[in-house]
């Protein structure tokens, strides 16, 4: 069976970036706002006071310090707390277009091909900003790419499980090279009124090619040597945002039409999941956990990548064994192990082996091994 290779990763950072410092500023004017407003109901005991946040609190829960954003005006005003966007009009593309085209761009130079050798564009994200026509159909029409497009979601995992129908669709012929992008705005579907989770997310795209290696115009990328993918319904991570919303006009705007979760229940199941989808995986292929030089894991949780990395591994592994990219970026959804394997492949040789690991909503776990050109 002829291998199938990524030859190009491509990365869309957006130019604005909120520090914790900033983060909490405006949180904490808010809940100072709330709490004076609602004083008689507090010092009643009929209303909970909101508490305030701080820098050391996000960094301790999460290892994320700042994060990128498409608007950093609208989530930092106390009287908004969400990114304001201009609307767009229907000839005009969307600001996840924008963000894919930008990223594909940089992976199709990458890969050394141009827009017109893509057959097939995959979209994988956490959210959506229409229901219809598909992202993807927009991204190959802007691109000028030729066959077909879709759309795919599986939250956080929405990238791996992309790069799988890559794959598949290579395997049955009915592509020959594929254009896999993960735009994500995740600071629209979060509450930065909530204490516990204000400060998770932030907004990145990224995008990578993937061929058959007899078509690929440089020896370098990776072969991609498996992919596992698993799921298993939870209610833990949720968000009941959708055009049915409409239909129960009680609930809209309420507080489960953003992110939402159980964060220790989170911590406490997912973590053993994915270590042992890890393990199991590495087994199929006759790998041991040893013969990784490097684990692009989810970019959710430090003390989650940590845990998953030392029940794999049976250690804690090093900062180049598990490069992490949450300082920066925070929680990008899908786009997390795609940025960290973007930006820390320096140092793997060719026959060093990788895996790409994302976890998330659903609950979902996929896992691609990969080796180096």
Same mark, same amino acid.
């Given at each position: 069976?002829?291998?199938?290779?990524?030859?190009?990763?491509?990365?869309?950072?957006?130019?604005?970036?909120?520090?914790?410092?900033?983060?909490?500023?405006?949180?904490?004017?808010?809940?100072?706002?709330?709490?004076?407003?609602?004083?008689? =109901?507090?010092?009643?005991?009929?209303?909970?006071? /909101?508490?305030?946040?701080?820098? +050391?609190?996000?960094?301790? =829960?999460?290892?994320?310090?700042?994060?990128?954003?498409?608007?950093?005006?609208?989530?930092?005003?106390?009287?908004?707390?969400?990114?304001?966007? *201009? +609307?767009?009009?229907?000839?005009?593309?969307?600001?996840?277009?924008?963000?894919?085209?930008?990223?594909?761009?940089?992976?199709?130079?990458?890969?050394?091909?141009?827009?017109? $050798?893509?057959?097939?564009?995959?979209?994988?994200?956490?959210?959506?900003?229409?229901?219809?026509?598909?992202?993807?159909? +927009?991204?190959?029409?802007?691109?000028? =790419?030729?066959?077909?497009?879709?759309?795919?979601?599986?939250?956080?995992?929405?990238?791996?499980?992309?790069?799988?129908?890559?794959?598949?669709?290579? *395997? %049955?012929?009915?592509?020959?090279?594929?254009?896999?992008?993960?735009? +994500?705005?995740?600071?629209?579907? &979060? !509450?930065?009124?909530?204490?516990?989770?204000?400060?998770?997310?932030?907004?990145?795209?990224?995008?990578?090619?993937?061929?058959?290696?007899?078509?690929?115009?440089? $020896?370098?990328? @990776?072969?991609?040597?498996?992919?596992?993918?698993?799921?298993?319904?939870?209610? !833990?991570?949720?968000? !009941?945002?959708?055009?049915?919303?409409?239909?129960?006009?009680?609930?809209?705007?309420?507080?489960?039409?953003?992110?939402?979760?159980?964060?220790?229940?989170?911590?406490?199941?997912?973590?053993?999941?994915?270590?042992?989808?890890?393990?199991?995986?590495? $087994?199929?292929?006759?790998?041991?956990?040893?013969? /990784?030089?490097?684990?692009?894991?989810?970019?959710?949780?430090?003390?989650?990548?940590?845990?998953?990395?030392?029940?794999?591994?049976?250690?804690?592994? %090093? !900062?180049?064994?598990?490069?992490?990219? &949450? $300082?920066?970026?925070?929680?990008?959804?899908?786009?997390?192990?795609?940025?960290?394997?973007?930006?820390?492949?320096?140092? /793997?040789?060719?026959?060093?082996?990788? /895996?790409?690991?994302? @976890?998330?909503?659903?609950? %979902?776990?996929?896992?691609?091994?990969?080796?180096?050109?």
């Amino acid at each position: 069976m002829e291998p199938i290779v990524i030859t190009g990763t491509g990365l869309y950072t957006p130019a604005q970036s909120i520090s914790n410092d900033e983060l909490v500023a405006s949180f904490n004017a808010y809940v100072d706002a709330y709490n004076a407003s609602h004083a008689a =109901a507090i010092a009643a005991g009929t209303v909970e006071a /909101l508490q305030a946040s701080s820098a +050391e609190f996000i960094v301790k =829960a999460s290892g994320i310090e700042r994060r990128h954003v498409v608007d950093k005006a609208g989530v930092l005003d106390p009287e908004i707390m969400a990114p304001r966007l *201009r +609307e767009r009009r229907d000839d005009e593309p969307s600001i996840m277009c924008e963000m894919a085209v930008a990223a594909a761009t940089e992976a199709l130079a990458a890969a050394q091909v141009e827009a017109s $050798d893509i057959d097939c564009v995959l979209v994988g994200c956490s959210n959506m900003e229409r229901a219809y026509p598909a992202l993807a159909i +927009e991204v190959q029409a802007a691109l000028g =790419a030729r066959g077909y497009g879709y759309d795919l979601n599986v939250a956080c995992s929405s990238a791996t499980f992309a790069i799988q129908a890559a794959v598949g669709a290579i *395997r %049955s012929g009915s592509a020959t090279r594929v254009l896999v992008v993960n735009p +994500e705005i995740c600071s629209g579907h &979060l !509450n930065f009124r909530d204490r516990d989770s204000h400060f998770i997310f932030g907004d990145a795209c990224t995008a990578i090619i993937v061929e058959p290696a007899s078509t690929a115009r440089h $020896d370098r990328g @990776f072969e991609i040597v498996g992919i596992k993918v698993a799921t298993q319904f939870s209610n !833990n991570i949720r968000n !009941n945002f959708g055009y049915l919303n409409r239909a129960r006009p009680d609930s809209v705007g309420a507080a489960d039409k953003l992110f939402v979760q159980a964060g220790r229940k989170v911590f406490k199941e997912v973590c053993p999941m994915v270590a042992d989808l890890i393990l199991a995986h590495l $087994d199929e292929l006759h790998l041991r956990p040893d013969d /990784l030089r490097r684990m692009f894991l989810h970019q959710a949780n430090l003390a989650m990548n940590r845990l998953i990395g030392k029940r794999v591994l049976g250690r804690e592994p %090093s !900062n180049e064994e598990a490069p992490t990219i &949450l $300082d920066e970026y925070a929680n990008t959804s899908s786009a997390g192990s795609i940025i960290a394997f973007h930006k820390h492949q320096a140092g /793997l040789a060719a026959g060093d082996l990788a /895996l790409i690991c994302s @976890f998330g909503a659903g609950y %979902s776990v996929g896992n691609v091994v990969v080796r180096a050109r």
